[in-house]
């Protein structure tokens, strides 16, 4: 198996495992979505229009909560000074961290959005969108998470500022992904420019996130 293969797994296995994040986040995530109809109250229709903002919100809060372990966790047990060590470039280290914590954390978000979508009422062209969007856009909320994270590597509980770093950061995605999954249903607007705008958003996060993950790292270390 190649390094970054047995990196890949490595990440995946410390983030599904108890304590890692990942079944925390799907369940606040779960937890998000449920709640919420409860506060709304019982008309169908308000839930379906707003079920598309209410699935993103729970996405993007269920990832941040998971994030502050993506460095944190190396940093604690020596393996971060090893990575910054390491032969291998540190942007792709970062890749392949965010990717095995996308995995495990954003994809069964992903997943079980279908049957929370039906819970909110959704006609199916928007449960489609939906699915199709988060697949999309729940990538770029890990990339860009990246860089709050190892902003904060080496703050005790950084996870509140993290979340103040990359709130704002992640808004264009909010909005492009809303939308899109909107546009699914509604007229005039076409599925295709909002959903399009937010693939290049997740392409220029996937780039520029590792990158800026990287430098913050190596700065921390000095």
Known sequence: MTPVGA????????????GGGALMGALF??????????????????LARIGPAILWIGALLATLLSLDRLFQADRDDG???????????????????CLAHWVATGLPLVLVAPLLAVFMNMEPAAIGASVATLAVGTPALTFIGAIGAALTVTLRR?????????????????IFGVSATTAAVTEPTPFMTPFLILAGLGLFSAVIGPVAAAAALRFSSE
């Not at 990196?7 to 108890?18: G, H, K, P, V």
Request: aromatic share 6%; hydrophobic share 60%; net charge negative.
């Open 79 to 97: 393996t971060l000074d090893l990575i910054l060590m390491g032969e291998e470039p540190l942007e792709i280290v970062v890749l392949v961290k």
């Open 158 to 174: 950084g996870g509140l500022l993290l979340a103040i770093l990359v709130l704002p950061l992640t808004v264009p995605v909010l």
């Open 29 to 46: 995530f779960l937890i998000v979505v449920t709640v919420i109809p409860f506060g709304v109250g019982p008309d169908l229709n308000l």
């Open 7 to 18: 990196l890949f797994l490595r990440e995946f296995r410390l983030a599904t495992r108890i």
